[in-house]
């Protein structure tokens, strides 16, 4: 039945059309009698498909046709998005972005227009283009919007058009209309940036002038949030939750002034307070920060949803700079939809446009050579690397063949595009970098360690046998298997070896990137964090770290032992992040709700020491391996229990098997009841 689905929906809307990926996908993961796929079928029948013609862009003929909704009474903002009103595309929209906001909110729709009207060639002409149907649009909402009265929400949405925000209730509008006219266009994985640093005049001047109370701003901003949070199912890429959602607050200065306020600390009450997975927030630490705003934060993280999480200012805005980075942007810097750095307004960055699963190269080496001629680690490593040489090579001309759709929405939000009058598809904005995030790193130095220790200097078996014991997925061999698993040197531990170990590939790995330039004349990056861990690992071939065919690769940089955090964050200080090596490199362990409530403020003590010892990124999972397992087990008894996945989080009830399983794994090896 499935297969039918497909095949209807291609027929209907295009096998290159976003809408088949995000809004049928899921339901059709699910869906297994009649009365579903007969709803799946109305669904498409009810959808409106708009494409380019010869006179005029999709756009023009999509917010013409959009369904307009009304305000309900206690509304303060208007926030739409027409899940059957869909634009059709044949070519890659750029989506894993952050649009710089405070664009439009210091600027009308008539400024942008008048910075552009006096040129005259096709970029411009598609600009102006796109202006007018936004215009459009905004008329459309307005008059619908006069039938309800909501004259404050009609005044905020007419000064688009006219005038730069007026208040911080008009920002908050502008965030808001434009987000949702990124998701209307198909842009997925939508971040929102520094709100805090964006908002704070408008909130000051609001308050200061009797404007607004901070109670007023309070209850505005746990709105805004709910309304980011209410589309969360349609906004999904991959998994339910998975929006890129992301606000980052907090951060140095080029001074190295620690730069936060009130709603600095709102964001995070409010995440606390509403506990919901998405958005999320990201706090950008610093050995400068408040000790009282990471009590803060350590308050929310204890919610359980996964969030904030902390990016290391003190680490990664050197290694931006190093890359090639303006010293300003850097200092600027946010993230996509994830955690991968990415330069607000600058960019095009497209930081998790491929996965480098480091275990496939090993795999094909171990497929192909005659094995019985290594006799020592080194000899391995060298000729994992002519493999992962290849294996990167490969996966570079793949992502060079992309061809990305034009589009005058994401031009507009980029300086240098507007500026040069180059659309952002065809490297119009002044850094063109593309991003790949790592995986299955931590198995392959554990498989490396595992064959040191049990082959070249124990030999208790030949390299052949050995492999051939694998390649049988270790069939009758559970000794074998529980020796491989808990072998003494793992990935995580702060040891020397391990740390070269993982060291060496990883800087071969850049020296391979160096010089490799994209699509857009842009340079590569990477990280060892990745969304990957389970998709690519689903029918993989066993490893000798003791991974079984088709289990999880190891998550982000983490371990397998019991509470060994301070390890954990020592080995993570200790890897390369210098040159191309920063798009994401994260910290990822689990911790129960106990353990910090019994330690509060020797947490923040470790937290502030980790900031210090210089870890890149760090998330956690706060919660019990009972509390999972009960909830695996009695979803109904656990509708909102949110647990951190990659980089975002979700309500466990919402994600695959897999997921849980994995989870709930995790959980008991921190807990060491495995």
């Not at 029948?45 to 006179?55: D, E």
């Not at 940036?193 to 002038?209: A, F, P, S």
């Not at 939000?413 to 850094?431: E, P, Q």
């Not at 200790?574 to 019994?598: E, Q, S």
Request: glycine share 6%; charged share 25%.
């Amino acid at each position: 039945m499935l297969k039918k689905i497909k095949k209807i929906i291609k027929k209907c809307i295009g096998k290159q059309n976003i809408f088949c990926m995000i809004r049928i996908k899921y339901i059709c993961d699910k869906t297994y009698n009649n009365h579903k796929f007969i709803n799946i079928l109305k669904t498409i029948q009810k959808t409106k498909f708009y494409s380019n013609s010869k006179n005029k862009t999709g756009f023009s003929k999509l917010v013409k046709n959009i369904k307009i909704k009304d305000l309900k009474e206690n509304e303060n903002f208007y926030y739409n998005i027409d899940m059957f009103s869909v634009l059709v595309t044949p070519n890659e929209v750029m989506g894993n972005f952050c649009i710089d906001y405070s664009l439009f909110i210091e600027n009308s729709l008539e400024e942008l227009k008048n910075k552009i009207s006096s040129k005259n060639n096709d970029f411009y002409m598609e600009e102006l283009e796109l202006i007018n149907g936004i215009e459009i649009y905004l008329d459309r909402i307005i008059e619908k919007l006069k039938i309800s009265k909501k004259y404050d929400v009609i005044t905020n949405l007419e000064n688009i058009k006219n005038c730069k925000a007026q208040s911080y209730t008009d920002a908050l509008q502008r965030i808001l209309f434009f987000n949702m006219l990124l998701w209307q266009t198909n842009h997925r994985l939508n971040g929102l940036g520094r709100l805090d640093k964006i908002l704070i005049d408008y909130y000051d001047y609001d308050i200061k002038n009797g404007l607004l109370t901070k109670e007023k701003a309070k209850e505005l901003l746990k709105e805004f949030l709910i309304i980011l949070h209410r589309d969360f199912k349609i906004k999904s890429n991959v998994l339910l939750g998975d929006t890129g959602q992301i606000i980052e607050v907090g951060g140095i200065d080029i001074n190295n002034n620690y730069l936060c306020n009130d709603l600095t600390y709102l964001f995070i009450e409010l995440m606390e307070e509403l506990k919901l997975p998405d958005p999320k927030v990201l706090v950008r630490a610093s050995k400068y920060m408040p000790k009282e705003l990471i009590s803060e934060s350590l308050k929310c993280i204890l919610t359980g949803i996964g969030c904030p999480i902390f990016a290391n200012d003190d680490v990664i805005i050197d290694k931006l700079i190093n890359f090639g980075y303006d010293k300003e942007a850097a200092y600027n810097y946010g993230t996509s939809a994830c955690w991968e750095p990415y330069i607000i307004g600058m960019s095009s960055a497209q930081n998790n446009i491929g996965s480098l699963n480091f275990m496939q190269p090993f795999i094909d080496l171990l497929e192909n050579e005659d094995l019985s001629k290594f006799n020592n680690l080194d000899d391995l490593i060298d000729k994992y690397q002519t493999y992962l040489k290849k294996f990167v090579e490969n996966l570079v001309l793949k992502i060079n063949e992309i061809t990305f759709e034009k589009d005058s929405l994401l031009s507009l939000c980029i300086a240098n595009c507007v500026k040069d009058g180059k659309d952002i598809s065809l490297g119009g904005a002044k850094y063109n970098n593309f991003g790949l995030t790592g995986v299955g790193l931590a198995n392959v130095v554990n498989s490396m360690i595992n064959i040191d220790e049990f082959i070249f200097k124990k030999n208790i078996m030949s390299f052949e046998k050995f492999n051939d014991i694998r390649k049988e997925n270790f069939k009758n061999n559970d000794e074998l298997l529980k020796k491989l698993k808990s072998n003494g040197l793992r990935y995580g531990e702060d040891n020397d070896m391990v740390v070269s170990l993982a060291n060496k590939i990883i800087c071969y790995t850049s020296k391979i990137l160096e010089n490799k330039r994209n699509s857009l004349n842009g340079k590569f990056k990477f990280g060892v964090s990745s969304p990957n861990y389970i998709s690519d690992s689903k029918n993989f071939p066993a490893s000798f770290d003791g991974r079984k065919i088709g289990e999880p690769f190891s998550v982000h940089i983490s371990t397998d032992k019991s509470n060994g955090y301070t390890e954990l964050v020592n080995f993570a200080s200790r890897i390369d992040y210098n040159f191309n090596r920063f798009n994401g490199n994260v910290v990822d362990f689990f911790v129960t709700p106990n353990f910090i409530k019994d330690n509060f403020d020797k947490f923040i003590d470790f937290l502030i020491a980790s900031i210090k010892v210089g870890f890149f990124e760090m998330q956690m999972n706060v919660v019990s391996s009972k509390k999972l397992i009960e909830a695996r087990k009695n979803p109904d008894k656990f509708p909102n229990l949110v647990v951190r996945v990659w980089g975002f989080s979700a309500y466990f009830k919402d994600l695959p098997d897999e997921y849980k399983d994995y989870l709930i794994e995790r959980a008991l090896k921190n807990e060491g009841a495995i």
